[in-house]
Nanobody
Framework: QVQLDQSGGGLVHPGGSLRLSCVAS???????????MAWYRQAPGKERELVAE???????KYSDSARGRFTISRDHVKNAVYLQMNNLEPEDTAVYYC?????????WGQGTQVTVSE
């Protein structure tokens, strides 16, 4: 069984920065077998949306709102994915989830709240 443990998040003022972490654990995991690691978010009353993703080849993709402000990165040794968020805006307030795709399965982290407010 694969488990994703998230950390980071919290309350920050507009223009501030936060870093989210997500570490995958489970028997037989090999990060190079991952198809995808990604970050999603869900704001109140809205659908869950992609923020950023990193493929098994370390190619990245960002949503329009994240591009230029957020950076996704992976540590293949630690089986981890990170999201560095800079210049945060109130519109970034949401619960953020990490996602792991391996052949045949998709796993989600427990979610972490990010609140951007004065």
């Amino acid at each position: 069984q694969v488990q994703l443990d998230q950390s980071g998040g919290g309350l920050v003022h507009p223009g501030g920065s936060l870093r989210l972490s997500c570490v995958a654990s489970g028997s037989g995991l090999n990060t190079r077998d991952y198809n995808l690691m990604a970050w999603y978010r869900q704001a109140p009353g809205k659908e869950r949306e992609l923020v950023a993703e990193s493929s098994k080849f370390d190619t990245t993709k960002y949503s329009d709102s994240a591009r230029g402000r957020f950076t996704i990165s992976r540590d293949h040794v630690k089986n981890a994915v990170y999201l560095q968020m800079n210049n945060l805006e109130p519109e970034d307030t949401a619960v953020y989830y990490c996602r792991l795709d391996i052949p045949g399965n998709t796993y989600w982290g427990q979610g972490t709240q990010v609140t951007v407010s004065e």
